[in-house]
């Protein structure tokens, strides 16, 4: 039992951050793909921030290719100071009327302001935006620099990547995608784990994955965003945390486990099945034994 247990365990650990690297790593991929786009087009161009209106059309054509993002920050620095100007683009939907806001960038947002004060705390070490730039981005594995913020019906998160000027190579903006809620609990989790990680008959780590649950957790276990199997209980034995793993989903925690029972139910069953079935070909072969004997002395 000690051993099927340690076994059982060992394998839904390895799936469990198997699932959390994944996932991480398809997220970052959808995330980078609008960044990369949109870094690409602005890198040859100074921004102007009396000319906001300007930018828009470089966005509104990424909008379409890239669902994940609900919107944008475009974080610019302001020449002289150090510190920056915040501009908020929200994605034109048709959830969303066409009014003059929707598909521009606005100025002096509550969330804009929001993330202007934490870009201002993260430069008070630092001698000027470009000081910032270099040493934050010269020698860092991640590019990406992630703000979270808990609001009253929902968790923003923002994604910014740095935008440098090619013919001088400074900073340019820092380009935040706002991760559309939405999207990600009701459409990329169910992709992703349905497709990925809960096909039917399939195996990963010897275990059968129609036998496995799985789950997504938030803020500490307070709230359940997916979980494969419905109306269950959470039989998560195996947790990994996504910010354990260098992920910009903070405070996420992928769950495995087995349907319906926990490691030790399950070790208890194909122990007692093992030790019936080793019985019950003893028995057997002591009959075949029986009846060979028998035969022989006839």
């Known amino acids: 039992r000690t051993q099927l247990q340690s076994g059982l365990h060992n394998g839904l650990q390895t799936i469990a951050e198997d699932c959390a690297n994944t996932l991480n ?17 602005l890198a040859y161009s100074k921004l102007d921030p009396k000319k906001p209106r300007e930018w828009s059309s470089i966005f509104y054509q990424i909008a379409a ?3 994940l993002s609900e919107g944008w920050f475009l974080a610019v620095p302001e020449k002289r100071k150090k510190e920056f100007r915040v ?6 939907s048709r959830y969303r009327k066409n009014t003059g806001t929707i598909g521009l960038f606005r100025e002096n947002t509550n969330l804009g302001n929001e993330l202007k004060s934490s870009l201002a705390n993260t430069l008070e070490e630092y001698n000027s935006i470009q000081d910032y730039a270099q040493n934050r981005w010269a020698s860092a594995v991640d590019s990406n620099i992630v ?12 994604i910014g990547y740095p935008v440098f000027y090619r013919n001088t190579d400074s900073l340019t903006a820092i380009v935040f995608s706002q991760v559309n809620d939405w999207y990600f ?9 349905l497709r990925e990680f809960w096909t039917g008959g399939e195996e990963r780590s010897g275990l059968q994955k129609r036998h496995l649950q799985f789950g997504l957790i938030s803020n500490n276990g307070d709230r359940l965003l ?16 996504l910010t354990d793993l260098g992920s910009s989903l903070s405070d996420l925690t992928v769950g495995v486990g087995f349907r319906d029972a926990r490691v030790a139910e399950v070790a208890d069953s194909i122990y007692q099945r093992n030790f019936y079935l080793i019985v019950g070909l003893f028995i057997l072969s002591f009959i075949l034994f029986v009846l060979i004997f028998v035969s022989a002395i006839r």
Not at 25 to 41: G, V
Not at 149 to 158: G, M, P, S
Not at 226 to 241: G, Q
């Open 25 to 41: 790593e398809r997220f970052e991929t959808a995330i980078s793909k609008s960044n990369r786009l949109i870094s690409n087009k």
């Open 65 to 67: 290719a890239t669902p």
């Open 87 to 92: 501009f908020d683009y929200k994605k034109p």
């Open 147 to 158: 703000f979270s913020y808990d609001r009253t019906f929902n968790k923003d998160l923002l």
């Open 185 to 193: 609990e009701n459409v990329f989790l169910q992709e992703f784990f």
């Open 226 to 241: 997916f979980n494969s199997v419905a109306y269950s209980e959470n039989n998560f034995e195996h947790l990994a945390k």
